[in-house]
Nanobody, 115 residues
């Protein structure tokens, strides 16, 4: 099983980024996919979730209206489109696959929001 995040970068406040998480080694369309983040000195927190067919989505209140989670089951990839980024969004972002009661994690991608 592999989950490989990409797309993290240094971006100015108010900017946008799209994170990707390419998955392999499991049946992607059977997985509920989530994004989490961990800011320096803080615990990892859940950011957004998307159901197996993309019909269900939910997100942390502080990112609603700014972040959008989506998935491409044909290409085994989940995305996190982030806009209006704030300094407090600075964190390592991780994707997680939940498959038949087992969680798989990627190694993360760093997003730094700073001027």
């Amino acid at each position: 099983v592999q989950l490989v995040e990409s797309g993290g970068a240094l971006v100015q406040p108010g900017g946008s980024l799209r994170l990707s998480c390419a998955c392999s080694g499991f049946t992607f369309s059977s997985a509920v996919m989530s994004w989490y983040r961990q800011a320096p000195g803080k615990e990892r927190e859940w950011v957004a979730v998307i159901g197996r067919d993309g019909g269900y989505r939910n997100a942390l209140d502080s990112v609603k209206g700014r972040f959008t989670i989506s998935r491409d089951n044909a290409n085994n990839t989940v995305y996190l489109q982030m806009s209006s980024l704030k300094a407090e969004d600075t964190a390592v972002y991780y994707c997680k696959a939940a498959v038949k009661g087992v969680d798989y994690w990627g190694k993360g991608t760093l997003v730094t929001v700073s001027s």
